[in-house]
C-alpha cells in the first residue's frame, strides 16, 4: 500500500476504459486524493457508432466534450501527448516537457491502426479509427462524386471513381459497408451519378464475414449486406495497395478508395515503458486484480490489456470500474477486487434501421435487433452526461457543445490546429 495520505492518482487515456476509472474514483471521494486525467483530445470519441459520421450524420453523435463528462467534478482535465512513462520513477512525460507524478496509474491508451506490414497500404488507404479519419473519408466520398458528375472521361474512368473498397468484415468493416451501400446511392440521386456507377466489395482474409461471431449470425449479415448490394469476397488476404488499384489474393481492383478496418494494435506508448511484460498480442500482462505484472500500483485497463474480452468497449468500461475500485481499495488498506469480466453482448449494425444482436445464446436480427443498438448507445451516454445532454449528445443532428469545431480534422480546426501541429512535428 501507497504510504500517503494525499495519493496522487494519474489516469492516461480519455477513451471507455480512462473515462469510467476516473468518474469512479471521484465518486468515491477519497480523501486528500487528486486525479488527473490526460488525453491527447478535448473530447471523448464514441467509436461504436464512427460510421455514421462517415455516412453524413453529425459527428456530434459521437463526440463528447471532456469538459462536459468531468464538468463539476473533481478531476483534473489536462491535453498533453504521453511521450514516457517510469514505472519505477512513477512519473510521465508529456510532449511540452510537463512530467506528471502519480503514486497510482491508469494505463487506459487503447489501439491503434495496424497495417500489418503490407507495402502501400499506410500511404493510399483511408483509416477507421477517430472522427478525424471519418469526415476526412466522409469528405473524399463528396469529393468523388463531384468529380464523377463533372468528368466527361471514360466510362472505365468513372466506374474507377466510384469503385469503393472496405478491406475487413469485422465488426467495423460491415457496419460501414452495410452504412455505405445506402448512403452512396443518396450521394449519387444528389450529384445526378449514375446508381449503376457503384460498387461497394468488402474483402475478408478468413473464410467469412465476422469470423469471430457464430456461423449463423455471419449468414444472416452476410444476406443482409449481398441484399443492400455489396459484394463480398472472403478467403482474400490483402497483398498491397497502390494508388487507383488494391491488390488481393487473386484479384486485382481498380479503385481510388481504399478503407481499412481490418488491423489494430496496442498503442505504441506501451511497448516504450520498461519492466512490464507483454502477450503474444503485445498487450500487457496484467494479475487477477488488473494490476501490470510486477507493478502494485499500476493498472492496465481496455485494449492494452491481456485479458479474455480485451478490444470491447464494454469491457474497457468493466476494467475501468475494477481498476477504480481496486485503486481505492488499496488507498483504504481493504482486500482487491478479482477480475472477473462478463461476457459481452454484440450488436452490429448493417444499414439504418437493421442490425444483428446477439445477447449470450439468443440472437435477434433486423429493426428490433437495431431497436436494441440504439438503446445501448443512449444507455452509456447516460453513464456519462445529465439526461439532458446525453439525449442531445445521442440524437441525430443535435450538438452538446456550442461549437462543432471541436470535431474537426485536426489540421482544420483553428482551435487546435496550431497545437497539433507542433505535436506532430
Not at 471521494?29 to 486525467?37: Q, V
Not at 459527428?59 to 463539476?72: A, D, H, Q, T, W
Not at 450529384?191 to 467469412?208: F, P, Q
Not at 494490476?291 to 485494449?303: E, M, P, S
Request: one cysteine or more; glycine letters at 8%.
Amino acid at each position: 500500500m501507497i504510504k500517503t495520505t494525499e495519493p496522487k492518482i494519474l489516469v492516461i487515456g480519455g477513451g471507455f476504459g480512462g473515462i469510467r476509472a476516473a468518474l469512479e474514483l471521484e465518486k468515491f471521494k477519497l480523501p486528500g486524493a487528486k486525479i488527473t486525467l490526460v488525453s491527447d483530445k478535448t473530447h471523448f470519441e464514441y467509436h461504436a457508432a464512427l460510421y455514421r459520421v462517415v455516412t453524413g450524420r453529425s459527428p456530434l453523435e459521437v463526440c463528447v466534450p471532456l469538459s462536459e463528462i468531468f464538468k463539476g467534478k473533481n478531476v483534473e482535465v489536462l491535453r498533453d501527448r504521453i511521450l514516457s512513462v517510469d514505472l519505477e520513477a512513477q512519473a510521465a512525460e508529456g510532449f511540452f516537457g510537463s512530467r506528471h507524478p502519480f503514486d497510482y496509474l491508469v494505463l487506459a491508451l487503447g489501439s491503434e491502426t495496424s497495417y500489418m506490414n503490407i507495402p502501400g497500404l499506410a500511404e493510399h488507404s483511408f483509416g477507421f479509427k477517430s472522427i478525424s479519419e471519418a469526415l476526412r473519408l466522409k469528405k473524399h466520398f463528396h469529393e468523388l462524386f463531384e468529380s464523377c458528375s463533372k468528368a466527361s472521361t471514360e466510362a472505365a474512368e468513372k466506374v474507377c471513381l466510384m469503385h469503393f473498397v472496405v478491406v475487413g468484415a469485422g465488426a467495423s468493416g460491415v457496419e460501414l459497408a452495410g452504412e455505405l451501400a445506402l448512403y452512396s446511392q443518396k450521394l449519387a440521386e444528389t450529384h445526378n451519378v449514375a446508381r449503376s456507377l457503384i460498387t461497394i466489395d468488402l474483402i475478408e482474409a478468413s473464410s467469412r464475414v465476422l469470423p469471430l461471431f457464430s456461423e449463423g449470425t455471419s449468414k444472416k449479415v452476410e444476406k443482409r449486406l449481398r441484399d443492400l448490394g455489396v459484394n463480398i469476397f472472403v478467403n482474400r488476404p490483402m497483398e498491397r495497395g497502390e494508388i487507383e488499384s488494391v491488390m488481393v489474393r487473386g484479384l486485382n481492383m481498380k479503385t481510388e478508395t481504399i478503407i481499412w478496418t481490418a488491423g489494430v494494435k496496442p498503442n505504441e506508448l506501451y511497448g516504450k515503458i520498461p519492466g512490464v511484460e507483454f502477450d503474444k498480442k503485445g498487450r500487457l500482462v496484467v494479475d487477477e486484480y488488473l494490476r501490470v505484472k510486477n507493478f502494485k500500483n499500476v493498472f492496465a485497463v481496455g485494449d492494452g490489456a491481456s485479458t479474455p474480452f480485451s478490444g470491447m468497449a464494454q469491457t474497457a468500461v468493466y476494467d475501468g470500474r475494477i481498476a477504480a475500485a481496486n485503486i481505492k481499495n488499496e488507498i483504504l488498506g481493504k482486500s482487491l477486487k478479482k477480475y472477473e469480466p462478463p461476457k459481452p453482448y454484440h450488436s452490429i449494425p448493417v444499414g439504418p434501421g437493421w442490425a444483428a444482436t446477439v445477447l449470450g445464446s439468443i440472437s435477434l436480427y433486423g429493426y428490433v435487433g437495431w431497436i436494441l443498438r440504439r438503446a445501448a448507445d443512449l444507455r452509456y451516454f447516460l453513464t456519462i452526461l445529465p439526461f439532458k445532454k446525453a439525449y442531445l449528445a445521442f440524437a441525430s443532428g443535435k450538438t452538446v457543445c456550442e461549437s462543432c469545431s471541436i470535431c474537426l480534422p485536426d489540421e482544420e480546426n483553428p482551435k487546435v490546429a496550431l497545437n497539433l501541429k507542433e505535436i506532430k512535428t
